[in-house]
C-alpha cells in the first residue's frame, strides 16, 4: 500500500469512530496495516500532522492521535 493509500484509510478510519472517540494510540493505527512496518505507519501519520489534517494529543506520558478540531478541547 504507498503512503497516499494509507493516509487516508488513516482519515477514513478516524471519520467513522468520530461519533465515539476522538483520539487513538499509535497502536491502533499499526493494526489497519498489519503487513506495514510501524515505522512506515508512524511517517504517514506524522505527514498528516504536517498537513494540518491531523493534531497531537500528549498526556505528559502518553502522545495521541486525532482530527484536527475533534474532541472537546476543539469545541
Do not use: C, H
Amino acid at each position: 500500500m504507498d503512503k497516499e493509500a494509507a493516509k487516508q484509510e488513516i482519515i477514513n478510519f478516524l471519520e467513522s469512530k468520530s461519533g465515539s472517540k476522538t483520539k487513538f494510540y499509535f497502536n491502533d493505527f499499526t493494526k489497519l496495516f498489519p503487513d506495514m512496518k510501524a515505522r512506515d505507519v508512524k511517517k504517514a501519520l506524522s505527514e498528516l500532522v504536517q498537513e494540518e489534517k491531523m493534531m497531537y494529543w500528549s498526556s505528559g506520558s502518553t502522545t495521541l492521535y486525532g482530527l484536527k478540531g475533534s474532541g472537546k478541547k476543539e469545541e
